[in-house]
């Protein structure tokens, strides 16, 4: 699923590029330069992430133990960079547009290429969200805040362009470059972020852990727990723990009720990793 939503990103930032090349150059407005900017490294970013995501579906290897995960939160922190950068060069020239603000041309050509690329986004944002929201892909999800950004800089283009073409308020399109760095700065931080939490080994979150505990505080034979620990790479989660058990018991008892808890976690935590230690008691 996640390799779809990373084809899809691929061809949409393809097609967007090319109408948002013609919009610039019939227009010549700093908004829809912009939001060509941001498409122009959507590309890059998409084409980087689908070979995270296939490179990242790798089962475990002699040389990774645990899998080629992390590879998830690498290109998500470098998708974050890119947008960030992409921000600070727009906005500079933002700034620049208001010491000489330029009259917008063609209106029907920037408006309708603006429209038409407004669908195509939103029609592969209202995917990927699905496929983030079912897998946990990372990769994923930075690359759907990459077009949700688009949204905010292709209307204000529009907008833009109106203000300029029949009203001659040409500040607009400078502001509209503004907006859209600002949106493009927080998404940023937020993505990097958590990848950056992720490639740390940062825990779990904290729900997710009390979730853990409980399944393994309930879970028949188990007189008690310690040293639980997690940690996140990509889409996957780890988790380790040990359990103190009746030292009274035969192995094979003890050992049933690892591999029982060891399968709850799995079934309640999908796409996790676990560790059981058994202490006597």
Known sequence: MNLSAGLASVAVAV????????????????????????????LIASAAGLAGIVYAAKPPDEDHSFGHSSVEDLVALGQASLVAVSAAAIGWKA???????????????????????????????????RVAARTG?????????????????????????????????????PVVALAACAVLVLGARRIGSAAWDALMDRRADPELIEKIA????????????HDLKTRTAGTRVFIQVHLELDGAQSLYAAHEIGAGVRHALLDAVPNSDVIIHKDPV
């Open 15 to 42: 097609v967007l590029v090319g109408l948002k090349l013609w919009a610039l150059a019939a227009t010549g407005a700093l908004s829809i330069a912009a939001s060509l900017a941001d498409s122009a490294l959507d």
């Open 95 to 129: 700034i620049g547009r208001f010491a000489h603000p330029q009259p917008l041309e063609a209106e029907a050509t920037g408006l309708a290429v603006m429209g038409l690329s407004m669908a195509v986004t939103l029609a592969l944002i209202l995917w990927q969200g």
């Open 137 to 173: 892909s990372r990769i994923v999800a930075a690359d759907r805040l990459h077009y949700l950004s688009d949204l905010l800089p292709a209307a204000g283009a529009i907008l833009a362009i109106v203000a300029s073409a029949r009203f001659g308020v040409h500040w607009l399109d």
């Open 214 to 225: 409980g399944i393994v505080a309930a879970h028949p034979g188990v007189i008690g727990f």
